[in-house]
């Protein structure tokens, strides 16, 4: 739909479980980013890799784990995770990365994530 | 930190009728704007956008208004329709980084 495509859109898991989120993007953009979506909160920024070189890691526990082995693609692994870290887990990707003028984001539809 | 939210966290309009949507935001040094629409089910998708150096701007049915004197941002779907049902926030950019609203609950009553 939007270019941006995430899988899996589901995601049950245990706290001890190892899991990874995939996101593909097909707009041959150069930024991608994670984004943490919870009820009633705004879009919280995880990460963001700019030509596969992360340039941002907004204070998130080491139990997330990105990787960007390509400008098209990213991966969030995920390794004991807590009750709270469930929520809707989207990816977003922009022809040059930093939020400068002009510079849209796409979403994907995002992974619904629930850890029990 | 920055602080983006929107006057309303939900709006019923009935169909047909226009609706308003409201942010503030805190920067004065933000110079980009976009509203998204999020449906249930799916990711943010972009409606329209502006830059700090208009306070106007039209799309197909949509109209955003910046007023900088005030940071505020507002967004105008004209005859809302049963498909407009969403949630709606706003983002701001100072080149930096987005800062994105909570978000206002948009019902359209047929």
């Known amino acids: 739909e939007t270019g941006v495509t995430q899988t899996p859109r589901h995601l049950v898991m245990g706290m001890t479980n190892k899991k990874s989120l995939k996101c593909e993007q097909h707009?041959?953009?150069?930024?991608m980013y994670w984004y943490k979506q919870s009820a009633k909160k705004p879009l919280e920024l995880m990460f963001v890799y700019n030509f596969k070189e992360q340039t941002e890691n907004n204070s998130v526990p080491s139990r997330f784990s990105p990787e960007c082995p390509n400008s098209s693609h990213l991966f969030l692994h995920l390794h004991t995770l807590q009750p709270e870290d469930s929520a809707l887990y989207l990816c977003a990707s922009s022809q040059v990365g930093g939020g400068a003028s002009n510079e849209k984001l796409f979403f994907g539809s995002g992974t619904q994530l629930s850890v029990l | 930190g920055e602080s983006v939210g929107l006057h309303l966290p939900t709006l019923s309009v009935q169909e047909g009728d226009n609706s308003i949507i409201n942010c503030a935001y805190s920067n004065s040094a933000s110079d980009y704007f976009i509203w998204y629409k999020q449906e249930s089910g799916k990711g943010p998708q972009f409606i329209i956008d502006?830059?700090?150096?208009?306070d106007k701007r039209q799309g197909q049915r949509v109209t955003v208004l910046l007023n900088k004197t005030v940071k505020h941002l507002s967004l105008q779907i004209a005859a809302t329709q049963p498909g407009d049902s969403a949630v709606y926030f706003c983002?701001?950019?100072?080149?930096?980084?987005?800062?994105f609203g909570t978000g206002t609950s948009l019902t359209v009553i047929p």
């Open positions: 983002a701001e950019s100072t080149g930096n980084q987005f800062y």
């Open positions: 707009l041959g953009h150069n930024a």
């Open positions: 502006i830059r700090s150096n208009m």
